[in-house]
């Protein structure tokens, strides 16, 4: 490395899952949407010697060489140096979040995409200005080209540790920082939204354990596969019919589709009494949908609104006991 490199910095939007939860992980399609009000940010800084890792919002300071082998954060480190073909020394990152942790908004991809392009910038080019939300990275031609598709490569390696069977809507809808619509083993698909529309996210206050929600649907469908399977078609034909409203602009019937998906997701035992009261105390507000967002058992519901009654559902939503509202803007 040479002695003139600055200090580079990336960073990574949330994400709120639209349709088809755990669906997804048996073939379904889903959507799913950045939400660019909350983010992940990666600083990279020249300094001697072994890596070093600061990461405040968790209370972690540590180095490199002593982290755990499946430490997230070493592993996205060390796996996007070795795509890069780099040595993992010599400098620091800091690392700041304003995603919440195990609420369904993608906190752990956001990360691990934020380090991979600070990294990929601080390899990449010696005096290179800081990047922003929505900037590329635009490599020298003697370091690795790492594309959106790479750095969603790399980030979905972690997100096995995170969740042992992840979908992989995480790492690809915050990668690419815009709607897709989401099937595994398939081509990643862009689509267009017609007509823009407003996404409350209510937190409902309870940690959304990604993993043991994931295996006990595994297990349920083990047991019932049949029954799982019609509900997982169901789950995936909503996914479908969602994106058309969205692409034509249909809002009523987008608002629908997400009651019905909720109405699954409980059937398949992923929603809670926390979720509920939320889903309640929406929709009496007028909310036009409202659906739980990623595993379930807690984490975030989503609501859709209109600007006309934005301000009544975000009340009805804190009344009702939620930790916090984020409103975003789908488009």
Request: aromatic share 4%; charged share 25%.
């Amino acid at each position: 490395m040479t002695d003139d490199r600055h200090e580079t910095r990336a960073a990574a939007p949330g994400k709120i899952i639209l349709f088809g939860e755990h669906a997804v992980v048996y073939g379904r399609p889903a959507i799913a949407v950045p939400v660019f009000q909350v983010h992940a940010q990666a600083t990279v800084e020249p300094r001697a010697g072994e890596v070093t890792i600061d990461a405040a919002d968790i209370a972690r300071r540590f180095d490199l060489a002593n982290a755990p082998a499946d430490d997230p954060v070493a592993t996205i480190i060390t796996r996007t140096c070795a795509r890069l073909g780099v040595t993992p020394r010599d400098f620091a990152i800091q690392i700041r979040s304003t995603i919440p942790v195990a609420r369904g908004l993608g906190s752990g991809a956001a990360v691990s995409v934020a380090i991979a392009r600070a990294l990929t910038n601080f390899f990449a080019t010696e005096g290179t200005e800081k990047k922003e939300l929505r900037n590329s990275v635009s490599p020298a031609p003697s370091v690795a080209r790492l594309s959106n598709e790479d750095i969603s490569e790399l980030a979905y390696q972690v997100e096995l540790l995170h969740h042992g069977t992840p979908s992989g809507i995480d790492n690809t809808v915050i990668a690419y920082e815009q709607p897709v619509y989401f099937a595994r083993g398939q081509p990643i698909e862009s689509f267009r939204v017609a007509r823009p529309f407003l996404i409350a996210i209510a937190d409902t206050g309870v940690a959304a354990l990604t993993k043991i929600a994931v295996g006990d649907v595994r297990r349920a469908w083990e047991a019932d596969r049949v029954r799982y399977e019609a509900l997982f078609d169901q789950i995936g034909a909503i996914a479908q019919n969602a994106r058309a409203a969205i692409e034509r602009g249909d809002i009523d019937a987008l608002g629908l589709l997400m009651n019905g998906n909720q109405d699954l997701a409980r059937e398949i035992g992923v929603s809670s009494p926390e979720i509920e009261t939320l889903v309640n105390a929406a929709r009496h507000a007028g909310a036009r949908g409202v659906k739980l967002s990623g595993a379930g058992r807690g984490g975030n519901v989503i609501t859709l609104i209109d600007e006309g009654n934005r301000a009544e559902v975000e009340r009805a939503l804190l009344a009702a006991g939620a930790a916090r509202v984020i409103v975003t803007r789908v488009e």
